[in-house]
């Protein structure tokens, strides 16, 4: 399997733009979790999926920021208008049936390489 | 609710060292445990877990980890450090009943020739 995919792996973009982040997770994973990741805050899960529905987004920052899942093949995740203070790493993970016990195997989450975000 | 804490945001070592990173966790009830290794501009890789059973785990590149639960600890080691350990580590933390895993703060480790 190729992982977790992330596209564009680096966005530059200006201040009051929209900016959309894209994730293919893993064949037949039925989570997908997005990520930020800035020096001063760290690692921030910021909304999941579970077969495509939103399950929690209260890492949300802020009504600027949407995610959908139209379906369990794609993600995205979009920020508009787009401030400086976005910028960060933007992770995707994808994890098979979250983190629940079956026969005691735990299923991890899959991270994709990251979305470096520059807005200007 | 369940965190984790990771001591020491930065730990450097020379090349041929023990490296040591610590994590400490607070649950109510037995957690898993899990390592993740980041190296620049990639995503977190995952090193090793515990869920059940053997609380000695081995996980890839020569490290384990221990857990101990009368300590609340699952500190992460390496008998031997390589130039190529050199990544930021981050301890996560799950139970049996949640999907998310709540991540530490990372520890940024250096190793020096």
């Known amino acids: 399997d190729a992982g977790v995919i992330q596209s564009p792996r680096h966005e530059v973009t200006e201040m009051g733009q929209e900016v959309t982040l894209r994730c293919k997770p893993i064949?037949?994973?039925?989570?997908l979790f997005w990520y930020r990741q800035t020096m001063m805050r760290g690692l921030e899960l910021l909304i999941y999926?579970?077969?495509?529905?939103?399950?929690?987004d209260s890492g949300m920052p802020e009504d600027r920021f949407s995610a959908k899942m139209p379906n369990a093949s794609f993600s995205t995740l979009k920020i508009q208008p787009s401030e400086p203070r976005d910028s960060a790493v933007y992770f995707c993970?994808?994890?098979?049936?979250?983190?629940?016990?079956?026969?005691?195997?735990?299923?991890?989450?899959?991270f994709g390489p990251g979305t470096r975000l520059t807005v200007t | 609710a369940q965190s984790v804490t990771q001591l020491g945001s930065h730990v450097s070592v020379s090349e041929g060292a023990l490296v040591l990173l610590r994590c400490n966790y607070s649950?109510?009830?037995?957690?898993?445990l899990f390592w993740y290794v980041q190296y620049p501009n990639q995503g977190l890789q995952l090193l090793l877990k515990?869920?059940?059973?053997?609380?000695l785990v081995k996980g890839i590149n020569g490290f384990e980890a221990e857990f101990k639960k009368s300590e609340t600890s699952f500190h992460l080691t390496k008998p031997s450090a390589h130039m190529s350990d050199a990544a930021e580590y981050f301890c996560?933390?799950?139970?049996?009943?949640?999907?998310?895993?709540?991540f530490g703060t990372g520890t940024r480790l250096q190793v020096f020739p």
């Open positions: 993970a994808s994890s098979l049936s979250g983190l629940a016990v079956l026969g005691g195997i735990s299923y991890e989450q899959y």
């Open positions: 064949s037949g994973h039925d989570y």
């Open positions: 999926f579970n077969n495509n529905v939103p399950i929690d």
């Open positions: 649950s109510s009830v037995p957690p898993y």
């Open positions: 515990y869920t059940t059973g053997a609380t």
């Open positions: 996560a933390v799950s139970d049996h009943n949640t999907d998310k895993l709540i």
